[in-house]
């Protein structure tokens, strides 16, 4: 480990060593919407004047506040859209992940920050607050799980470490060339090789903005998260984003080449839907709340979407209710991710299983 000045790091990364890039203070302020403090350009290594992307940029770290601790904490609120909120802490951390991964050069993600961990790195095991407390154990929150809006922070870092091993991509993070403006609210990234292309915009505000930025070649592109085609000039163009918004373009489609990440699904905001225990064993309840009666059917896929168990409730009135799978059916389960959908009249909603 060396930490010093930048000409004397250049020698050491260009000679071939690693070094560390702490971008904890720039990356928070981002997630927290504090922009005049958000520059995220000194995690490249071509800002640093470095010629080889050695730089183990990184958000995070067991020396680092936690981001869901200081946007939880700290976040800006506007009318309508408040940092603070768990829910958009977690779109933030998302928003955050997607530039970091982002970006070239190897990269350090410290303990369950892919879940948007909050409790912070002075928590005390008698749930205090206290700097005595810095190198203490922390709690797993396995609970994590269960929760959706975690879970959709968790794909956006499996996806885009999907795509940094990419074979089409891989060369993007190691031998790219590098464009960008990560100085204002609203920020991009582009990255080019001989063959494959990357553009990424977010928007770091806390109200609706434009992206102006140039794609690298006309045609159509696509977003990574969603698939949609995009119509690109090749010219300076606007991309409307909201507060917290972000799009990962590829000038390739990559559907069927990295899996589509699995979000919950739903139609109702109000649909419940739980396994429990989860991780499953035979003995776990299927427990879920429907807003209107109607006709119920639950099912259990693999993550590519085949049956591998179904349930045929029936007519059910509004309210809470519980059923159960076979214990042999789930006994049967190789370890893994699962789904369970719960379909209820033309509305459905989708959680993740694990069976241990």
């Not at 499996?158 to 609203?186: C, I, S, W």
């Amino acid at each position: 480990e060396h930490l010093g000045a930048n000409n004397e790091e250049t020698e050491l990364a260009n000679y071939g060593m690693l070094l560390w890039g702490n971008m904890n203070y720039n990356f928070t302020e981002a997630a927290k919407g504090q922009v005049s403090n958000s520059n995220l350009s000194y995690a490249l290594h071509t800002v640093r004047n470095w010629q080889k992307p050695h730089l183990i940029s990184y958000m995070e770290s067991h020396d680092e506040e936690r981001s869901m601790v200081k946007c939880k904490n700290e976040g800006a609120s506007v009318s309508g859209y408040n940092i603070r909120d768990e829910a958009t802490a977690l779109k933030r951390n998302e928003l955050a992940a997607s530039f970091l991964l982002a970006m070239p050069g190897p990269k350090l993600i410290w303990q369950f920050g892919e879940l948007g961990y909050d409790l912070s790195i002075n928590y005390c095991e008698n749930g205090t607050i206290n700097n005595d407390c810095r190198t203490g154990p922390k709690p797993i929150r396995w609970e994590y799980y269960e929760q959706p809006n975690r879970v959709q922070l968790r794909d956006v870092y499996k996806t885009m470490l999907e795509l940094r091993n990419n074979p089409y991509f891989e060369r993007l993070f190691v031998a790219g060339a590098v464009q960008h403006d990560l100085t204002g609210a609203t920020k991009w990234l582009r990255l080019t090789s001989d063959t494959s292309k990357m553009v990424v915009v977010g928007n770091f505000g806390t109200t609706q903005a434009a992206v102006q930025v140039s794609f690298p070649e006309a045609g159509v592109w696509y977003e990574l998260f969603s698939g949609e085609p995009f119509a690109a000039t090749g010219n300076a163009q606007a991309v409307n984003l909201p507060a917290g918004g972000y799009k990962v373009y590829l000038n390739r489609n990559l559907n069927g080449t990295i899996p589509t990440p699995v979000r919950d699904i739903e139609t109702s905001d109000i649909f419940r839907l739980r396994m429990s225990p989860n991780p499953v064993t035979g003995e776990s309840l299927v427990r879920y709340e429907l807003p209107e009666a109607g006709k119920v059917q639950i099912s259990m896929m693999d993550l590519n979407g085949r049956q591998i168990a179904s349930l045929y409730i029936g007519n059910r009135g509004k309210g809470e209710h519980q059923a159960r799978f076979d214990p042999a059916i789930i006994s049967n389960l190789r370890k893994g991710v699962y789904l369970l959908q719960l379909q209820v009249n033309d509305k459905r909603k989708i959680i993740k299983l694990l069976k241990q």
